[in-house]
T-cell receptor, first 112, second 111 residues
């Protein structure tokens, strides 16, 4: 089945630790995105990538890093520099920027 | 002013009712428009794209008004399963593309 997967579904980390969230898609999409969603708020773009080995900062990139070494994979690292990392993280992919996006099931990160 | 604004609701309607949501956008360079549905603690799912000529998918109708800079979603014959948050999404093209999500409108359909 084609789709986009994220793991883990729930993640707990101690303050000060870096953590990497996985995102994989087998839809052959060129574009991939990372968003965070806080309660009662809209999605905010962290990073996006239009093609392998290239990515751009979104609106709230500080404290996050990404890589795009393969078309299928776009992992997000939440670093200790992110001031308020507890949130619902959503990965999406699409045929290209400007087109509709399809979301993975998300990862709920809680920093204790 | 936010780039994309939605009435947060909640909208409480009985089964079978018709309900309409509006979403306004401020940037005239907006070129693509979508409605997504998000269930509680789940990911957003694409409901429908919004075209200039308007489009319909079963009980759902989406329309775009470029002159007044808003899009709308009409749900006819509401079902209990329509209860969710509806997100308006606008893609702006100003040389580069920027995707803006509205904060969403909550809908509760009651028996």
């Amino acid at each position: 089945d084609g789709g986009i997967t994220q793991s883990p579904k729930y993640l707990f980390r101690k303050e000060g630790q870096n953590v990497t969230l996985s995102c994989e898609q087998n839809l052959n999409h060129d574009a991939m995105y990372w968003y965070r969603q806080d309660p009662g708020q809209g999605l905010r773009l962290i990073y996006y990538s239009q093609i392998v080995n290239d990515f751009q900062k979104g609106d709230i990139a500080e404290g996050y890093s990404v890589s795009r070494e393969k078309k299928e994979s776009f992992p997000l690292t939440v670093t200790s520099a992110q001031k308020n990392p507890t949130a619902f993280y959503l990965c999406a992919s699409g045929t290209g920027v400007g087109n509709e996006q399809f979301f993975g099931p998300g990862t709920r990160l809680t920093v204790l | 002013r936010k780039e994309v604004e939605q009435d947060p609701g909640p909208f409480n309607v009985p089964e079978g009712a018709t309900v309409a949501f509006n979403c306004t956008y401020s940037n005239s360079a907006s070129q693509s428009f979508f409605w997504y549905r998000q269930d509680c603690r789940k990911e957003p799912k694409l409901l429908m794209s919004v075209y200039s000529s308007g489009n319909e998918d079963g009980r759902f109708t989406a329309q775009l008004n470029r002159a007044s800079q808003y899009i709308s979603l009409l749900i006819r014959d509401s079902k209990l399963s329509d209860s969710a948050t509806y997100l308006c999404v606008v893609i702006i093209n100003t040389g580069g593309f920027k995707t803006i999500f509205g904060a969403g409108t909550r809908l509760f359909v009651k028996a």
